[in-house]
């Protein structure tokens, strides 16, 4: 369960900063399209290294990668339409939620009671993060958190079918197809020419980023129920709160602080009931 723990809060770091990336790009399509072609093409090469996972887990990594197109779309939508320590805060709380519901439900995963109110906990402290929101970007942000759940649960079905870590490399180079033919089919191709042009290497290592990220986490799945690896990698809401209001310029600043506190002991109570 440590092993577990350090992966989730690892990913977290590397999880709020690829997205504040995303959140200062000139594109926010075009720059997470970028980041998932690149993490792409960095899974096929690995794939090439270490093989394949069974075919066994195929259906669950194209359940996935289908889902990862409306999360892109509407996580840069949250972000035209919404600050980075309000949209960010809400798609992924709100992800706890769904994430946990469904490992429950679907994969019988067992948190216990004091797990569930750790969740809610954090959940109250992410709900205070965002504040208030406008109509629009709070229904982006929901429908992020909605993916976020989807495809935490099918993934760690797969990963769990799989038996191999490989699984995520497969997921990789599926989402970065899906995204793509998305892409080209709805005449978005300017949106990535905008951004590599502006932010070439930016795109790159957040490509790489993506991929060591979800690697982490999909590892984590292994090892822990979804609900608490979900929960533990929403600590990067922390980071969120912070990068909004000292770094971005975004206001209230001091009552999204305290609600930090609040995550950081949910997260706290959520180790403690593993």
Known sequence: MLTATVYALVAAVLHAG???AAKRSPDRFGALWGQFLVAALVAALLLVVVGLPPARC???AFLSAGVHVPYVIFLARAYDRGDFSV?????????VVFAAIGGAILLDDRLGSLGWVAIA???SGLLIIAG???????TDAVVVAVTIGV?????????????????????????????????LATGRTASLRTVLVAQPWTVVLSGL?????YSLVVAAFRLAPVGYVTGLRESSVVLAALIGWKYLGE???RRRLIASGIVLSGVGLLVVSR
Do not use: C, Q
């Not at 208030?132 to 709070?138: C, D, I, N, S, W």
């Open 151 to 183: 495809y935490s649960v099918s993934d760690a079905k797969g990963v769990r079918v799989a038996g191999r870590d490989s699984y995520v490399l497969v997921g990789f180079v599926l989402l970065g197809t899906s995204l793509t033919l998305y892409a």
């Open 121 to 123: 906990v954090i959940v």
């Open 18 to 20: 690829w997205n504040l």
């Open 209 to 213: 980023a993506t991929v060591v990220t």
């Open 132 to 138: 208030r929101v406008k109509p629009g970007a709070l």
């Open 251 to 253: 206001g209230e600043g």
């Open 58 to 60: 195929l259906p669950w």
């Open 87 to 95: 949209a960010y805060p809400i798609a992924r709380g709100g992800g």
